[in-house]
């Protein structure tokens, strides 16, 4: 029979480069899709004008805007996917007596 009131620890930590490897990459695939979704609709000039007018914003400049803006939403959704999926036996280490 299995004891489960001593914790084992399924598998040691990851290194840290694979870590945000594993973060960044997939969103990063995911900005480029819906960057290039978003801006076959909508013009970057068009949605300056309707935003921010004042300021002197390049077609190139916005879909760069745009690209890390979508990055920086699904990297964050990554992010907390990894934090979410962590194994608990990380945080619960072996109890003492």
Known sequence: ???FT??????PPRPMAQRIGAILWPS???AGVATMVFFAFIDPL???D???PQLNITRGLGYTIGFFTF??????S????WILLRPASRFNGPKTR
Request: charged share 10%; aromatic share 22%.
């Open 1 to 3: 029979m299995t004891d």
């Open 6 to 11: 001593t914790p084992t620890f399924d598998h």
């Open 28 to 30: 990063f695939f995911a």
């Open 46 to 48: 068009l949605l300056r």
């Open 50 to 52: 309707i935003t921010f």
């Open 71 to 76: 990055w920086l939403a699904t990297a964050s």
């Open 78 to 81: 990554s992010l907390f996917t």
